[in-house]
């Protein structure tokens, strides 16, 4: 019997989980982005769900929104991405480590040296996950008054990434040598100098660290913008993206795999694994009890804000324990309204908690039973409207706890989801080649 | 009975000895810069013999020299610092952890960060050791041609540190709430705002990462020059020197704390802890052979290069076997070339064998039993040559193992090392104080 179609699941775990209110869960850890026991406990349950990787988001800022909002964030402090992947790699044997590092505020020979670091220390599990970084917030911890302009991040982001594909390829996988007797270290026609000038970067190499494991770390972005889909079709192996239904991942999937096909790149040579909320419940009803309690741990007021910007309108002016009211319509996008429009008809919600729906998490949700939750999965899988999830939980330690020991079974006995891993790396799980050294062909590959 | 002055001891584990040839040693891992296990063993090694700290340098470049030597090299691949020590404080439990990281090349957000990261992941361990970085080949890998100049990189250091130590101090340390009941995870007021704007950088914080728990990790300079050690005396908490005599170590020791009295600084705020390569025999006669036999282990033309620049005259010309031959004076720098006198003379040392010695370590050494290092050791810190030293192992493993399970013994003895661990923190290990945050001076510290 041929092998069904195969789920890929990351963890989105910086910050542990998307929802602003869920350290506030009966239960949950309000801690947990920055208690280093607790990652460690969520990373060996995630190796036990067989996952292919734990996902770390960044923000190189904190003051991102107004102070009342700000004091209740449970992300104001947590660890650098690239210094807790090392320490979770030490706790872990299989699950891939993913973390994200910026294109615009970073140097591309210290990025490349972090990411090889990091693969050979983890025997191979080094996923880089690109951003143009478009946080004015950001820019002014880095000197930078105005933020780059978009495009210009683009240009700047796909020029490190050549650089630092570049870096990683500075050695053929045979180069080290270490022979005693004659003294000789390494083969100096093994050796690669880059010798990279650009209109961003001039960077001589080589790097001072040997080829990663994988070749080069996994290539990972969420570009959704015309640049972004360009660039992730050019040279992403995952994309996790932010898509809000299924029509609107199937359109997404067939765009990207259509603009790979231009380009010459075989579909399978990148996943895309969209974002995915997820709420369990033993019952449809329990589920949904959660996640109105998730919800009502939300600030009101912080949710307003959220609320009247997709409105446009002051929704401060409603009221909160009453229906959405008629509102007139304004010459502001239509979208963003429709969509809120649609949602509390549909949930019959009161304007408070449409706004704490919009301040704890508005995007793709899955709320329901283990098998309820799988059928949608399976279905996004099976009618190429991903190639699996980026699995946001609901609250932690439980939401991780329930998904491994309730979802991943379902999936497992669907066939659709490993039931242990089959190789060592994180490219092995994803199912990635590994890319060859543009410099030394005929080099020795693992 | 009062306590005896007690000696300090870092590990230099990057790379993993200084001497070029000890990978091609007996028993030697030709691959210990780049094998985690066996630096997990090392650190391991180093905690049971209460050392103070691992301590990684760092450089930015391969390139550093002509390929003939470099090939011999083994440093040309290792872990980047920041990556390695996260892995390193899970395998450990005390030992201090100091990484070195440059003020010319990274940015002072993303460095603040990283160690506040790794201090707290270790439980209060970290220390970063402050380099201006002047190598011209590491300028090349950062866009730079022009290596900056050399007073303009102090000044920028002086403004690095004002900024990364002013971010540390973004938080209270009673900052975070996280009560479940109200909702707020932070208190506002307790939030610093750096708005650091300078020649250098403008920053405006604040760091998205608690502060660190030690305070600030522990400040480490090495400056030598006349701009290093003014930045020392102000900065550091540990100088690790290179000191090539005890009376250089005295004048060196005393100066660095005559000018800490000028600025206020309390003499005990500061260690200074020299570079110094231990061989290790049962005899002394065997200790000797042993540095022989490594010298022996080193590319003899690639030390002849070196010897040609010390001596301000080409020693390829020579009879590599015979004694040095009289050498007509030149109008170069004199000191290099009569310590060279000097060493030929003393240990009646060919020309080949005085390349071997330049080429592989020639700065301060301890050749002997334990107990004549312990003498020299207890020398240095009974007469105010130093605090103590930052060890440079002959090999590894077997230097590590010789040293904590012969040396420290001897040490320990004498009452001038510890026996166990007295705190849990570098800084409780080193007898520094948690620095104050010069925001909220009333915070409880810990």
């Known amino acids: 019997m041929a092998q069904l179609r195969q ?29 280093f026991a607790h990652l460690k406990r969520f990373a060996q349950t995630l190796e036990r769900g067989r996952f292919d990787a734990f996902f770390m988001a960044d923000h190189l800022a904190v003051l991102n929104m107004p102070v009342e909002a700000l004091k209740r964030s449970h992300t104001a402090t947590s660890f650098d991405p690239l210094t807790l992947l090392p320490a979770l790699a030490t706790a872990t044997e299989r699950l891939g480590l993913i973390a994200t590092a910026s294109t615009t505020f970073e140097q591309p020979y210290l990025v490349a040296r972090r990411f090889a670091s990091l693969d050979h220390l983890s025997g191979g599990r080094a996923g880089w996950n690109i951003v143009t970084t478009s946080n004015p917030d950001a820019a002014l911890n880095f000197g930078l008054e105005e933020h780059m302009e978009h495009d210009e991040r683009y240009r700047r982001g796909r020029e490190f990434f050549d650089v630092v594909t570049g870096l990683w390829d500075s050695w053929a996988d045979d180069a080290f ?15 690669h100098v880059l010798n990279h000038k650009g209109p961003y970067f001039s960077v001589r190499g080589p790097l001072n660290i040997a080829r990663p494991i994988q070749g080069w770390p996994v290539i990972v972005q ?46 399978d040579s990148l996943k895309i694994l969209p974002g995915a909320f997820v709420v369990i419940g033993r019952t449809e009803e329990e589920a949904q009890e959660k996640r109105a309690r998730l919800d009502s741990l939300v600030h009101a007021e912080s949710g307003i804000a959220s609320l009247s910007i997709a409105l446009g309108h002051d ?7 009453a229906p959405l009211p008629e509102i007139p319509q304004t010459n502001d996008s239509q979208s963003g309204r429709e969509r809120v429009l649609r949602l509390a008809a549909r949930e019959g919600l009161t304007v408070r908690q449409l706004a704490q729906r919009l301040g704890g998490y ?18 996004w899988l099976t009618t190429e409207a991903s190639d699996g999830f980026n699995v946001m939980f609901s609250h932690v330690p439980d939401g991780i706890d329930e998904f491994v020991d309730l979802v991943v079974p379902e999936l497992q006995r669907r066939g659709i989801f490993r039931r242990d891993y089959a190789g060592s790396t994180l490219r092995d799980h994803l199912g990635l080649k590994r890319p060859e050294n543009r410099f030394f062909r005929d080099a020795v590959t693992a």
Chains 1, 2 share one sequence.
């Not at 789920?7 to 982005?33: E, Q, S, V």
């Not at 040598?177 to 050796?191: A, E, Y």
């Not at 969420?222 to 359109?251: D, K, M, N, P, Y």
């Open 315 to 321: 929704a401060s002016l409603f009221d909160p324990d």
């Open 7 to 35: 789920l890929h699941l990351g963890a989105f775990l910086r910050p542990t989980t998307i929802h602003t209110g869920a350290w506030r869960y009966p239960g949950a850890f309000p801690d947990a982005n920055f208690n």
């Open 222 to 267: 969420a570009g959704a913008s015309e640049a972004g889909r360009q660039l992730a079709a050019e040279t992403a192996e995952v994309i996790f993206g932010a898509t809000s239904s299924i029509e609107e991942g199937r359109r997404f999937y067939a765009d990207i795999k259509a603009r790979m096909a231009k380009l010459g790149r075989a579909p």
């Open 177 to 191: 040598l270490r022979d005693t007797q004659s003294g000789v270290f390494f083969d100096p026609d093994k050796l």
């Open 362 to 379: 508005a995007g793709l949700a899955m709320v329901g039973t283990p098998r309820a939750i799988a059928d949608q999965m399976e279905e």
